[in-house]
Structures are given as structure tokens and as C-alpha cells.
């Protein structure tokens, strides 16, 4: 067993691939053996990883006893304890992928076969680290062998279904392609704020303190709101803060694809009813896949467990249109997230999903769903700055009110929060630029937030509550350094 430094993500040792697997491999059989003879029956998770430690440290006693017969050289105990560490984790966790989902700088993770790994750590740039696998059969094999941990059953990576999405220990979302790409490729992206509420968004400057009591009160106030954004910028973290403002009584469904908000588990709210989405088997029937249950089919099922809210991790596709009309028929107060990337693309953007709903969909009719459905569109926004030694700045840009049908039959939009830009005012005043939301026009709905307890006054601030612009690098065309604020 070669034993030398390693990146500073990963152990301090380098354990032999090749030994690892073997001992692995030994210990699956004896492990399967062991439980398929218990005569108590199959043992809980927790029962298989305990009985399961104590045959990896045996293996790996054995393995050592017979390296130091053949080489002379008897391994250290931190080398016997290394090489365990690493069967445990081929064996119960994600084997080399490990030390990097236990890193907590660590947001996004990207395989583009197995030796060409790359993460990206909060405000720095991508690196390449060292590879995940020995070989790309190796790797699908690892990611098979996590589809059946952690895919409930239902989720595999085959010929047959050459994509996986998978959630995984510590809220991770894991998405692969294989066989319809040249290589395996893996995205795994984590979620750092997964326990935020609106003030703490305040302390991280996604918000400040006037935006977020807004979203607070609209929330009381039953507003349906619908978080919208790029990728990678914060929208689920907003939504479950948001979320924590729902009165912990209320009775509340969650749908996604893959369990990311996890407000069932975080205690605040005492009545969640949480569904997840269930991929088909591989095998199509009637055209699509047998066993497949989408978000938009478990809608109309949610509606029926008697719920007050509900809420939709992320809109993709056709399930926008029962996830509109249960905002329209019910008492108000659900939100979803959609990919959009900028807000005023929303409303096409909606349009174009509602047509996937059927023939009978038009421009027009998702027109009036929306306009009818939505209260809110929340925007945000992330400005990345790391390429010229900057940092990654996430943040709500845009508040905008749906204030129903407007020219040529298009939801009309009310910019309730949005950047300012710099320049002189009408009194010669010097205004300086500010890319994220602050108070532009009252709502229309500005009584039924104040019933709830907002203070109108605080829109009457240009700038809101922040105390200084965003400190960014490139700020309104000007290459200086721009002015230090709350980031």
C-alpha cells in the first residue's frame, strides 16, 4: 500500500485503490452471507454498518498480517485505520467521492468522467482535484451503488435509464448522464444555507431587513409567490427561509423531484405533508416509463389531504399548470421556484411550460392562469466576481407584483423592489448604483400586508435598509474598485 500526501480535502493518507476495492468486494460477500443466515432478518441501516465496520477491521487485519509476510514492512495503524476508512466508504458512503461531500466549503462537485473532477469552494473559482475513480466503469459503478442506497428503490443508472437524480446524506442533490454522453458526468451540488431564516438571509445579505419583512408579510397575508432565478443562486434556500414565516399550525404539502426543503424535518412547521416525485423503471409503457409519478400527477392527490399550502420545490415542466390553478382555487399562500434568467423573462417562460400541458393550452389561457395564480415574483440574482479576485454575491434583485392582465392580454408586472441605478437625481442629488432590491413602488395589495403587520413606512427609504452599496469590483461600467457594503 503506497502511503504519501494528499490533497488537503481529502485523508491525510493515500490508500491503494486496487486493495480497497478487493476488500470490499470480500467484505459485501461476507457481509450478505452474515445477513441473509441472521436469524432475526434483515437488519436496519444502522445494524448493516455496524456489523459491517467489524468485518472491514478484520479484512483489514488480515491484509496487513499478509503485507507484512510478503514485503517485511508491517503498515502503521494510522495506514490500517486509512485503508478501513476507505472500504467504509466504498462499501456505505460514496468511496473516493467522500471526503468531498463532507466538506461544508465545499458547493458544487463536477465529474466529466472519472479523472477529470472538478469543485468549486464559496467565493473561489473551479480547481481540479484528483480523480474519483480508477476507471469510468468504476465510477458508474459507484454511482449505481448509490442509486440503491439513496434512490428508495425506484432509481438506477443504465442503458436502459441513462440519467440519475438522487439526493443524498446532508441534503446534496446529485444529477448523472451516462450512455447518451461520451464519458459518465456527474453534477453534485449542496445546499450551505440549509437551516436559514429571512433574518439570517438579513446577516448574509441575500435580503435586508425591509425586503425581508415584505416576504415575511406576504406570506402571512397568503400571497402566492412564486422564487425565480439561474441556477446555483439561492432560490431553494430563500423559499424554505420564506417558509419559516408560514404559522407552524398550518397544514403544509411539499412536492419535488428529489427531497431538498426538508421542512418536515426541521421542526418549525408541525403538520408537513412531504411527496416526492418517483422515476419509472426503464421500461416504457403506453410511452413513458412504468412506475413513473410525476409532481404534476401527485398534485390533484396533495389537494385531496386537506392542506392549506403548497409548496413546489421547482417547476419544470406541465406540473406548472395544476400548481397555477391550485394558487387560483385554493386559500392562497403556496410558492414554488422556476428557473428563469431574469425576471422579466417569467412570463414567457411560464407560457412556454404551460404549452407542454397539452393541445389545448394557449399563449393566452397561461396568460390568465398567471395572472390570476401569482401575487409575487421574487428574483434573485448572483454577480461572480471571483474570476478577477472578487467573490460570488447572491441576493433578491427584484420583487415584482402580478397586478392581473394588462397590454395585449400579458400578466402585468409592478416593480415593488428592484435596483437603482447611479446617476444624479432630479435635485442634483449623487446616486449611487445599487444592483439589489430596494423599495420602488408601493403594491396594490399594500392594505392586506399591512393588516398582517408590514410597515408601509419602509418603503419610503430609496435604498431600503441597506447601509452601503454592494462592494463589488465592476460596479455600473466603472473598472475602479467599487465601494464597500454589505455583500
Not at 90 to 102: M, V
Not at 116 to 137: C, F, G, H, M, Y
Not at 268 to 293: I, K, S, Y
Not at 339 to 345: I, L
Amino acid at each position: 500500500m503506497s502511503v504519501e500526501p494528499m490533497d488537503r480535502l481529502a485523508a491525510p493518507l493515500v490508500v491503494d485503490a486496487k486493495v480497497a476495492r478487493e476488500l470490499k468486494r470480500q467484505v459485501a460477500a461476507d457481509l450478505y452471507e452474515q445477513l441473509s443466515n441472521a436469524p432475526a432478518g434483515p437488519a436496519d441501516a444502522a445494524g448493516r454498518r455496524q456489523r459491517g465496520r467489524a468485518l472491514i477491521e478484520d479484512a483489514v487485519a488480515r491484509w496487513s498480517d499478509a503485507y507484512a509476510v510478503a514485503h517485511g514492512v508491517t503498515p502503521t495503524r494510522e495506514q490500517d485505520r486509512a485503508l478501513a476508512e476507505v472500504v467504509f466508504d466504498l462499501l456505505f458512503r460514496a468511496g473516493r467521492l467522500q471526503p468531498y461531500l463532507d466538506d461544508p466549503d465545499i458547493e458544487n462537485i463536477l465529474i466529466n468522467g472519472c479523472d477529470d473532477v472538478w469543485i468549486s469552494k464559496a467565493n473561489q473559482p473551479l480547481r481540479q482535484v484528483p480523480p474519483v475513480a480508477d476507471t469510468d466503469e468504476e465510477l458508474v459503478e459507484l454511482l449505481q451503488d448509490l442509486a440503491r442506497r439513496h434512490g428508495g428503490g425506484e432509481r438506477s443508472l443504465s442503458v436502459a435509464s441513462p440519467m440519475l437524480a438522487l439526493r443524498l446524506e446532508g441534503g446534496m442533490r446529485l444529477q448523472a448522464m451516462t450512455h447518451v454522453t461520451p464519458r459518465p458526468y456527474v453534477a453534485i451540488r449542496r445546499h450551505r444555507v440549509q437551516n436559514a431564516t429571512l433574518g439570517d438571509l438579513v446577516q448574509l445579505g441575500t435580503v435586508d431587513s425591509t425586503v425581508a419583512s415584505f416576504l415575511a408579510a406576504a406570506i402571512r397575508a397568503r400571497k402566492n409567490v412564486m422564487i425565480t432565478g439561474t441556477q446555483g443562486v439561492g432560490k431553494t434556500s430563500l423559499l424554505r427561509a420564506m417558509a419559516g414565516e408560514i404559522p407552524p399550525d398550518e397544514r403544509v404539502g411539499t412536492l419535488e423531484s428529489e427531497f431538498e426543503l426538508w421542512l418536515h424535518t426541521l421542526g418549525h412547521l408541525r403538520q408537513v405533508v412531504p411527496m416526492e416525485a418517483r422515476e419509472g423503471n426503464g421500461e416504457r409503457v403506453d410511452g413513458r416509463l412504468a412506475g413513473e409519478l410525476t409532481i404534476g400527477e401527485l398534485i390533484p392527490a396533495a389537494l385531496r389531504m386537506t392542506l392549506n399550502r403548497i409548496i413546489v420545490g421547482e417547476v419544470r415542466s406541465a406540473e406548472v399548470v395544476p400548481m397555477l390553478r391550485v394558487m387560483t382555487n385554493g386559500e392562497g399562500g403556496s410558492m414554488c421556484t422556476l428557473h428563469a434568467r431574469t425576471p422579466h423573462m417569467v412570463v414567457d417562460r411560464i407560457a412556454e411550460l404551460c404549452l407542454e400541458y397539452g393541445a389545448q393550452m394557449t399563449d393566452q389561457l397561461a396568460h390568465r392562469l398567471t395572472a390570476n395564480a401569482l401575487d409575487f415574483v421574487v428574483h434573485v440574482t448572483m454577480i461572480d466576481e471571483t474570476g478577477i479576485g472578487g467573490r460570488r454575491h447572491r441576493f433578491v434583485s427584484h420583487v415584482l407584483e402580478v397586478a392581473g392582465l394588462g397590454e395585449q392580454g400579458r400578466p402585468a408586472l409592478n416593480t415593488v423592489f428592484g435596483p437603482r441605478k447611479g446617476g444624479v437625481d432630479a435635485q442634483g442629488r449623487q446616486v449611487w448604483p445599487e444592483p439589489r432590491a430596494v423599495p420602488q413602488t408601493p403594491p396594490a395589495c399594500l392594505d392586506d400586508l399591512r393588516r398582517v403587520g408590514f410597515d408601509a413606512a419602509l418603503l419610503r427609504n430609496p435604498y431600503g435598509t441597506w447601509a452601503a452599496p454592494l462592494g463589488l469590483r465592476v460596479n455600473g461600467g466603472d473598472d475602479e474598485q467599487g465601494v464597500g457594503g454589505v455583500a
